[in-house]
């Protein structure tokens, strides 16, 4: 009987598994939306359906993993690596963070794989950034070998100008807190839009962070154009922030659902003059390539690795 890996990145929105065999080549993959099942079990029986012998399986999961469990930041499911083990019947499965999964994942990337914003040297050793804006905001960095994840979605949001203080008071009246995944993620889109059309007296048109980007990127509405704009400096400035954190000469990834759909949106200069607009520093940023993953399945890959790993131990 063959020995098979699994693999998992779980999103609040969509979950990709991959089957491969022991050497790491996908025998079967699919994309599921999560919301039509109550817990992973149910989505895996739908996946596995003859019950392969699996011998490592490894999953990146939107949330935070602590001793081995999570609960699903967007999404109603709780994991227990324990469970997955018993429905394995193997102990070699582990969860990590689904920006761990992408720290792990951007070092099989091929150059078709990504876009620079700033395409300057990487420095060999240094360390890694990645992030994504998608149901929420990702981010983690990869320094020796070491993946570190983070929360940085929940973190407090930064205005850099009038505008973005404007922006702050505007959400307040919302919401108790204002955080960098309060505006860098699909619904962050939307309330964007809906603040530049209560603010600048334009219709509110468009219901869906879809629509907006859409609008925006044919030009077709001057409020979702105004709201995407905002978006990208605001995506470029907390970039910048992060960057500052952890210095990853390295390079800077930025993957999620929203950046391949808004590239030339990113693509326009406005990203990068708000990512390295951080002086006195600013020349350290502008030393940092930046590029946008084009693939939606390098938190698979990621995840894939590990579970070749863990087969292995």
């Known amino acids: 009987m063959s020995n098979y890996l699994i693999a998992g990145d779980i999103g609040g929105t969509k979950t990709f598994l991959a089957l491969a065999n022991l050497n790491g080549s996908i025998i079967k993959e699919q994309r599921f939306e999560s919301l039509n099942f109550s817990n992973l079990i149910k989505m895996l029986d739908v996946f596995l359906p003859d ?9 990146g999961v939107a949330g935070p993993v602590i001793n081995q469990q999570v609960k699903i930041t967007n999404l109603p499911w709780e994991i227990k690596t324990s469970e997955l083990q018993d429905y394995f019947n193997c102990k070699n499965v582990s969860l990590i963070n689904d920006f761990a999964a992408i720290g792990h994942g951007v070092t099989a990337l091929h150059p078709h794989d990504v876009a620079y914003l700033q395409n300057v040297p990487a420095q060999h050793g240094s360390p890694l950034l990645v992030l994504g804006a998608g149901t929420d905001l ?40 204002v955080t960098n995944g309060y505006f860098l993620s699909g619904i962050g889109l939307t309330r964007l839009y809906q603040f530049i059309c209560e603010t600048q007296g334009f219709s ?9 980007s859409h609008a925006a990127m044919l ?29 990853p000469f390295g390079g800077i990834f930025i993957a999620g659902g929203i950046a391949p ?15 390295s607009n951080k002086p006195p520093m600013s020349h350290l940023l502008e030393k940092m390539p930046v590029s946008v993953v084009l693939t939606e399945k390098v ?9 070749i790993l863990l087969a292995i131990d």
């Open 51 to 59: 019950k392969p012998t699996i011998v490592g399986a490894c999953f």
């Open 138 to 177: 990702g981010m983690a960095t990869v320094s020796n070998g070491q993946i570190l994840p983070s929360e940085t979605s929940h973190a407090t949001f930064a205005p850099d100008d009038a505008l973005q203080r404007q922006l702050v008071d505007w959400a307040l009246t919302k919401t108790n807190r």
């Open 204 to 212: 509110n048109t468009y219901q869906t962070a879809a629509e907006i």
């Open 219 to 247: 030009n077709a509405d001057l409020a979702a154009i105004s709201a995407l704009h905002l978006f990208v400096r605001i995506y470029g400035s907390v970039a910048g922030n992060l960057a500052l954190s952890c210095l």
């Open 261 to 275: 759909k808004i590239l030339p949106a990113l693509q326009n200069g406005d990203f990068i003059k708000a990512f």
């Open 299 to 307: 938190g698979l890959l990621g995840a894939l690795q590990q579970a």
